[in-house]
């Protein structure tokens, strides 16, 4: 028999209830930490710059059209990828950090961003946000944290180890990513680009696959040498792609890394063999700067997770994790 009366159970939670409230009365709130990270990349950046993204401040944007290849169906029933199927592009290409006078080849300034959003037909939209580095230095939202707050904490006069040289040797991932060379593309138009985050595709048969988007200038990538990269003006890239676009186009291929079953799919941190195959998806052309760029930047928010029918996110807490870190980030500097 139960000893508890239900009026007696009542009791209980009402007491519990009037604690809970004084608790957060009192009590500071600890905030969600993608909330945490924002607050600390604006510090990061010397911010808040009203007005301006928590990261990848500085950017442009450019129109295009991605055309799907033949062979993209066979991994997705997603509607831009079918046939030969054409779709107007509004691309942003950003410097990293929320410093949003950033010098592009400045080495805070990597990696550099790519966030394409294809208009679908009936208003629909789907967003890709990728970087131009294959790998990212934490697991989940958490150690990234951890990595921001350990080099917010870090002066120059800090005692050694300091806190990010001590967070870097506790964290293999972070290192990795910390120390990978990032070097300055010539232009954005010879930059490779990466998902990092896996993706879930599934196509009409109902098959299943996981994969990372592969995007490559088909110009070829080109980087400047040392000596080009200290020299480089602070715009060179953000000036460079407008005159290009003056007498030509700027192409990429679109591509996909297929997970091979028991491959890592939760973990931008752990890379898949390069044996791996590669599925076309189609060709990126982009065409002209957009005519109101800024005006567009600042009412936009890219959001990987922004998806159709025929793609899903993968369980990775990364990529789960950054929809509500824009979404904050737009909340604080829409309408600036
Ligand atoms: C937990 C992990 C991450 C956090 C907390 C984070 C946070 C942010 C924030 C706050 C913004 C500014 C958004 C806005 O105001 O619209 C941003 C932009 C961006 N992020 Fe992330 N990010 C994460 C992971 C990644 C990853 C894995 C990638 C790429 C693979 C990435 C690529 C980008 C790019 C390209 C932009 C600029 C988008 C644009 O041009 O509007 N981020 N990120």
Redesign the pocket.
């Known amino acids: 028999m139960n000893t508890f009366s239900s009026k007696a159970l009542l009791g209980i939670s009402l007491i519990a209830f009037s604690v809970a409230n004084v608790y957060a009365d009192t009590a500071p709130a600890v905030k969600p930490v ?1 909330e945490q ?2 607050d600390t ?1 604006t510090t990061l950046s010397g911010g808040p710059h009203a007005g301006y ?4 401040a500085k ?1 442009i944007i450019v129109d295009g059209e991605f055309t799907a290849a033949p062979t993209a169906s066979a991994i997705t029933k997603a509607s831009y990828l079918q046939g030969k199927t054409s779709t107007p592009v509004t691309v ?1 290409f ?1 410097d990293a950090t929320g410093v949003p006078n950033m010098p592009d080849a400045d080495g805070n300034g990597f990696p550099k ?3 394409i959003r294809f208009s679908l037909p009936k208003e629909e939209i789907t967003d890709m ?3 131009s580095v294959n790998g ?1 230095p ?1 697991a989940n ?1 958490e150690d ?1 944290l951890g990595l921001l707050n350990a080099v917010a904490a870090t002066k120059a006069d800090s005692p050694k180890p300091s806190l990010v040289e001590q967070f870097l040797e506790s964290h293999p991932a972070a290192k990795k990513f910390v120390t990978t060379p990032k070097p300055a593309p010539v232009s954005f138009a010879n930059q490779p680009f ?4 896996a993706f879930k595709f599934t196509n009409a048969k109902g098959e299943v696959h996981y994969g990372r988007y592969l995007i490559n200038p088909l110009a070829g990538a080109k980087y400047l040498t040392k000596d080009e990269t200290a020299k480089a003006a602070s715009n060179y890239l953000m000036e460079e792609l407008p005159a290009r676009l003056k007498t030509g186009t700027v192409q990429y291929s679109i591509a996909l890394q297929v997970a091979q079953k028991g491959d890592v799919t939760n973990d ?1 941190t752990v890379g898949w063999p390069a044996d791996r195959k590669v599925v076309n998806l189609g060709t990126l052309t982009l065409k002209a700067m957009n005519a109101d760029g800024v005006k567009f ?1 600042k009412g ?3 959001n ?1 997770l922004t998806l159709v029918d025929g793609i899903e996110p993968s369980d990775d807490p ?2 789960l ?2 929809p509500a ?2 979404a ?3 909340g604080r ?1 829409a309408g600036k």
């Open positions: 993608v990270i924002v990349l993204r928590a990261n990848h950017g942003r950003s961003g790519m966030a946000v990728v970087i990212f934490a939202p990234f990466f998902g990092v985050n931008a930047e936009a928010m890219y990987p990364v990529l994790a950054r870190a824009y904050v980030s737009f500097r």
